[in-house]
């Protein structure tokens, strides 16, 4: 799994690091937040040292350019395609491990190992720690939201009241919200969009329950749910799945090219 995620994360820097600028406006090819992979500083263990070093120079390539190579820490069961940001090459295979459609009615699956990214007893601490993000429950206020849209947004539609899911992807996490205040409604697209307007949402895969000034979010997985699942990865690696075919799982029909020694 570490192989994996060291190739997936020398591939997507490579990827986006000549048009960071143009989204920025700053003379940086990588970040460390979410516009490029967040990174929260440098931890020094030999064994990421020696994973990166026996993958020196390994990236993924869709043909003569670099793939798309996202990743995120939990799915929730739910991959989604990356057609869903403009980019057809992203095609994650179905789960060996579970037969049901992507939607929102998995969000009912509370816990089920069938499911690579479900929490289960078994697990190293590091995986089992973040595998508990397959499920959450959050309680955000309405006045939460409200700042959120003037911080954030800088849209000012009264006291919000409400809000109103418009539509899904295929995989069930949430494309378009209309939030409906006292002077006026406002609608956010986009998974980061919307998860940063109400109130940092781990990811958009949700459902919810408005309950007096407050709205009760329960939803699954913790990020975009494009590329590659880091606990799904890890628990595929202890189930004996090699770097390659892990990578080949989440991104399609890629090949992994060392472009330089």
């Given at each position: 799994a570490?192989?994996?995620?060291?190739?997936?994360?020398?591939?997507?820097?490579?990827e986006?690091?000549?048009?960071?600028?143009?989204?920025?406006?700053?003379?940086?090819?990588?970040?460390?937040?979410?516009?490029?992979?967040?990174?929260?500083?440098?931890?020094?263990?030999?064994v990421?040292?020696?994973?990166?070093?026996?993958?020196?120079?390994?990236?993924?390539?869709?043909?003569?350019?670099f793939?798309?190579?996202?990743?995120?820490?939990?799915?929730?069961?739910?991959l989604?395609?990356?057609?869903?940001?403009?980019?057809?090459?992203?095609?994650?295979k179905?789960?060996?491990?579970?037969?049901?459609?992507?939607?929102?009615?998995?969000?009912k699956?509370?816990?089920?190992?069938?499911?690579?990214?479900?929490?289960?007893?078994?697990?190293?601490?590091?995986?089992?720690?973040?595998?508990?993000?397959?499920?959450?429950?959050?309680?955000?206020?309405?006045?939460?939201?409200?700042?959120?849209?003037?911080k954030n947004f800088?849209?000012?539609?009264?006291?919000?009241?409400?809000?109103?899911?418009?539509?899904?992807?295929?995989?069930?996490?949430?494309?378009?919200?209309?939030?409906i205040?006292?002077?006026?409604?406002?609608?956010?697209?986009?998974?980061?969009?919307?998860?940063?307007?109400?109130g940092?949402?781990?990811?958009?895969?949700?459902?919810?329950?408005?309950?007096?000034?407050?709205?009760?979010f329960?939803?699954?997985?913790?990020?975009?749910?494009?590329?590659?699942?880091?606990?799904?990865?890890?628990?595929?690696?202890?189930?004996?799945?090699?770097?390659?075919?892990?990578?080949?799982?989440?991104?399609g029909?890629?090949?992994?090219?060392?472009?330089y020694?």
């Amino acid at each position: 799994a570490l192989k994996a995620q060291a190739i997936a994360a020398r591939t997507h820097a490579l990827e986006v690091g000549g048009i960071k600028w143009h989204l920025l406006k700053e003379p940086f090819d990588v970040t460390d937040d979410f516009t490029t992979q967040v990174y929260r500083g440098f931890t020094n263990y030999k064994v990421i040292d020696s994973v990166v070093e026996s993958t020196r120079g390994l990236v993924m390539m869709n043909g003569d350019r670099f793939s798309i190579a996202t990743f995120f820490t939990n799915c929730g069961g739910s991959l989604e395609s990356g057609k869903e940001w403009g980019d057809t090459l992203i095609k994650p295979k179905a789960d060996a491990f579970y037969d049901l459609k992507p939607s929102i009615e998995i969000l009912k699956i509370k816990k089920d190992t069938s499911f690579a990214c479900s929490p289960s007893e078994d697990l190293p601490r590091v995986i089992k720690n973040e595998a508990k993000n397959f499920r959450w429950e959050k309680t955000v206020s309405l006045s939460e939201i409200t700042e959120s849209l003037k911080k954030n947004f800088k849209v000012d539609i009264g006291k919000v009241k409400d809000i109103k899911i418009l539509s899904r992807s295929e995989a069930g996490r949430v494309k378009e919200l209309e939030i409906i205040g006292t002077k006026g409604k406002y609608r956010v697209k986009g998974d980061w969009n919307i998860r940063r307007a109400l109130g940092n949402l781990k990811s958009s895969f949700f459902v919810f329950k408005k309950k007096g000034d407050s709205i009760i979010f329960k939803g699954g997985g913790w990020g975009h749910g494009i590329g590659m699942c880091q606990v799904g990865a890890g628990v595929r690696a202890l189930r004996g799945w090699k770097y390659e075919d892990i990578l080949r799982f989440y991104y399609g029909n890629v090949e992994l090219v060392r472009v330089y020694k």
